[in-house]
């Protein structure tokens, strides 16, 4: 009963989330299709840190770092498009495009590889360990932006052309919106299927006890890893469709700001829920306008919401409405 309650409550955010756009065009507020893109991007960056948050207990307060990459990539692969000039990589010329496949394509590569590099020796510790090494490489990453004056240093790169997806007009913001949202219910179905998985059940079970993991010949490490690489994937992902959103890359998405809301967001929702994420990306974005357009402490009153959520409903808006849930 309370499983198919749950359902019912995935299937109605996710219907509110699809009608909205298209009801902000009809009410002749376009504004809000921006709103209803930024939640489901910002949804999409939170499922990837579910998957490590949710499923493998990884408190990573890092996230911004793959998030930030991934805009970065889209960035300069569009800044080198209109140019006219390839990415120097070293040992290979990358040409710039702004066809949004490359560029996806580029940014997960990117984000992956940062989170297995990250992953190797983060995943090491544990506990408020792990936690401040994820934090120091986001900061890391986030001076390194700060510091790289070829790509606007502290004072970001613009988008000056649009990326593109083969026949689709990106520039109509509607389109735009379906298309984050097709890829946020893509890692929406990534996560579930990988939670419903044996990999999955390992995952879970080494965030309960790693030594019993262990002792059945499974290894945490390399669970733990696989995870957090997939996590740092889908996050990059999302990163490069913000950039796109805000025609804009600014070091402030790798900033440790950035990293804590996300978690807030997961929080919000409820971690290790499936559609948690986005439900918290939801009523962030909703504080955000709302209350941002009535004071600039704002953030006062989504500490309180967050307070709230941990002191009563654990399993975050989506578990206080579905109530107490069965998982196996």
Known sequence: MTISRETAINVTLALILLAMPFLALQLGKPFYVTLATRMAILGLAAVGLNLAL?????VSFGHAAFFGVGGY???ILASHAFAGQPLNLGLFALPGTNQMLVVWSVAVLAGGLLAAAIGVISLRTSGVYFIMI????AQMTYYFAISWPAYGGEDGLSITIR???PGINTLIPINYFLVCYALLLTALLIFALIRGSRFGAALQASRQNKLRVASIGIAPFRIGLVAFIIS???TALSGALYADLNRFVSP???SWHMSGELIIIVVLGGVGRLWGPVAGAML???FEFVLGGLTERWQFFLGLALLAVVLFA??????FLAGRMRHG
């Open 314 to 319: 654990r399993g975050g808006l989506v578990g």
């Open 54 to 58: 949710g499923l493998g207990g990884l």
């Open 252 to 254: 402030s998405m790798l």
């Open 232 to 234: 740092g994937m889908i």
């Open 134 to 137: 994820t934090l120091a490489f």
């Open 163 to 165: 990326n593109v997806v």
């Open 73 to 75: 990539a889209a960035g």
């Open 284 to 286: 962030f974005v909703v």
